[in-house]
Each structure stands twice: as structure tokens, then as C-alpha cells.
């Protein structure tokens, strides 16, 4: 998008003088609180209780020694692939025990092959015909309770007793309502903070990582898909298709099945099995899956809203609740919605993302030339050195050209152009192949920072021309302002100025 050096500037102090963003002194107790939940969240077998397997329900409960904490589940767990498949291998043992006369093409054998272990570990009723289950395919972990006040009070301390951003009674409510929830997936999404501190994590959006650590089970955990030869009945007693059915299938339980037995099909014995299989994993895992599960951009963006939601429910005297500061639209909005994109939760939780991540790329490159020996190394030497740091640790990463020519501007004092790149952004030129007469192509080049903060705000330009895309533009520079302010900051606090 187009916008000029006066537009601009207008719309900077617009944003600071409408006092639509908190206030900068805030930021390093942000970075508190995300730095102390990443380090617990990281640490499970040091701070969190594991609380087992959670069936996927509304109004979950969880037992905690403070009493029962609520658990809002993610709702677009029910549309996975995942859910789906759970129910129709449900349906499967459910229906199949009412249908006597199924031929051997129509039965599913490598189900079958599991069926008796599967009941006895899931279903609730062992009643031949009418089946419950009991099928728990989410894992919660809660702050092991004998150290909430510890971390509390060290919480306090880092904060400065900066009562104002957050009090101890709110740092209490913040630390014994957070549950961990790890899900088998949840598709799109990575996770998902609920007002009243659900953390959701989808592990099948790291699927490569959690293989990693549980492979598939085998047999005789789970059988490999198998022929046998049909029985004499099986072979005399053939499907009466479009019937309704025999005496002892009264309710035509068949016309119900055969779909169900179709469509299992249709994903294949893999599919199934690897839903099922994450039903057997064993509690140890999902310990070492969050020792493992270094994604700090994702816990700092939701526990951002946590911290939102845990201030608001103070300030307000009331419960908590999603905070809806921002565009008076975000009130009446849901999460994926332009009127929830458009707003200042949504904005602050990913520029406390941006803070996190920034941090740690810092301190890749820092590490990396933590080898060299920079006692008698002047300032200039010093930052060629953190210069080609860069190009070592981020290679051809995106990140790589924006971090190096930021920084090298700012190395040069020229914070403003620093700002004005973020912003505007730089075009990148990609040459036609040889041999042909095709123009070359411009492309603007990547910026992780302003795709971030504008992501999903949509393609359609015309919303920035609007009073409510204006005011979010502004905010949104104002936030790269601080960003710029925030890299400067970092690179004097090790001596690189």
C-alpha cells in the first residue's frame, strides 16, 4: 500500500494522542509475564501437574487444590479431520453389533482386530448392544499448586511492584486459572488462549516434532491391516441391499452402517490408525512434547491475551472476560472476524509476539559470536562482527536482509530511516530467465515485522482508506516505532553502540 511521509506523521500522533495503545512503559511487564510462562510452560515436570486426559465437552472442569477450574475447550477441534474419524470408527463398533448378516467384503477387519481391547479401554458400558464411550482424546496440564505463590511472588518482584499494570491478586488469578490443553489437532491453527487462561495447543500443527518423540505405535499395540478368508456364513449370507433389513435388525441398523463402513474406507487403514494410536500414547509423552515445544512467538501471542483478559476482569471488578479495547466493533466480534482483526487486543498480542521473537533472534546472533573474543574489538568492529552474525545464523531466512539493513541503520544512528524501511518496505528485483525477453519482476521484499502486525487485516485495499483501517494503520506504525525503539534498545544494552 501507498502512503506518504506527511500521511504518515499524521497518523502516528493520531494514535498517541487518542491513547488507543497501552502505554510504552508496560511493554518490559508484558515481557515479564511471557518470559516467567514460557519458562513454566517449557519446564513441565518442574512446575506443571499433569492433570490426564480430558474428554472434549462443554463446561470441562478441572480439579485443581484451589477447587474446580473451568477448561473452555477450542471449538474447531469438533470440525478437524481428526474428530470426524473418532466418531465414525465410534459408529463403527456402535452399529455393526446390531447388523448380523455383514458379508466379508463389507467388514473392516483390522477395526475389527482391535475392537475388544478398544471397548475395554474406551467405552463406559460393556453392554453387548447399547455402547458408551469414554473417550478422552485431550491432555491437561495446571501449575503444580505448591508453587503458584512462589512464582507469584516472584512474578511481583520482576514487575517492580508495578501495581498499576498488575496487582498480586491478579498475578494469583493469572497463575491458578492457566491450564495447559494439548490437543491431537486442530488443524489450522496452532493454539488458542481462552479468556479464563485455557492455553490450547494443537500438537498435529507440529506434527513433524511430536513423530518425532512418539512415533506410530506397532503391533500388538495396534494390528497391520490383514485378509482372511470368509466364514461359511459370511459366504451364504449376502447383503440385502435396500432392504429393511432382517428380523434382527428391526431398526435397519445396515442402512445406517454400510455409509459409515464407506467412508472409513475411504481414508484407509493409516488414517485410522493414527487417530487411534494417539488415544495409546502414554502420559510421558505429552510431558516431553512440551519440554520440546520451543514455539515462544505462540505462547507469548496467547498468554498476551491472557494477561489482557486477567487486567480487564481487575480493572472492571467483574469476571474475566476477553478484553475489548480498540474499535468499538470488536465487542460484537469473533476471533477471524475483520472487526476482531481490526482491533487493539489483537494488535498487542502480536506485538507481544513480535517482542519475544525479536529477542531471541538477538540473542541466536549473539550467541553465534559469543565465540569470538571482543576485549580489545572496537564498536565498529563489533558490529561488522553482529553484521556477519547475521548472515551465519539466518542464511537465506527471511529475516535475514531486514534484520541486517534495520540494524545497520541503526548502528549508523539513523533510526527514523530504520522506522520508514519496517514501514514502507523495500522492493526486490527477480531477473527474467536468460534467453527470454520477459521484463523483470518487482516484488516487494519480505517484512516479518509490518506482515505480522497486518496479516490478517486482508487484501482488500480499500479498507485502509476507511476512519476505522486509518486509525489501525497508525497503530500499527506507532507499534513499529516501538519496535525499531525496541531492537535500538537491545543492541546498546550489549555494548553494540
Sequence with gaps: MKINERLLKKLIKESLTQSLLFERASDKQYDAVVDLLIDVIGNPKEYLHPHGRLEYKYNTSIKTSQGSTEADLDPRYTRTKYAKILNLVKQYFSLKRYVSNLAHGERIYWLDDIEEDFLNRFSKSKNKKNITFDIKPLYAFTIKSNLVNTLAL?????????????TMSAILMLLENLKVVLYPTLETAGGSMSATGTFNISCGYYNQMFQKIRPLPKAPDLPAPRKRKPTMMETTVPPVPGSAGPASDPLNMRQLLMPVIEEINSYGYHEIMAVISWLYTEDKTFLEYLEKFNRASLISHEIGHYINAIRAAEKSGGPVHARDSGLKDYKTATVGTKGY????????ARYVE???????????IIDFNSVVDLTNKTTKEKQSIFLNGINAVFQEAPEADLYREVISLLFNEQKSKAVNLVIKGKKRTISAPPGTNFPPTVLPASNFIKDKLLRTAGQDETIWQTKKGKQYLGRVYNRIVDLVDFIDDILEDNNLK
Design 354 to 364: 513480535l517482542r519475544t521473537k525479536i529477542d531471541a533472534d538477538i540473542d541466536k
Design 341 to 348: 482483526q481490526l482491533s487493539t487486543e489483537e494488535l498487542q
Design 154 to 166: 516472584k512474578l511481583h518482584k520482576e514487575l517492580g511492584g508495578f501495581n498499576d499494570f498488575m
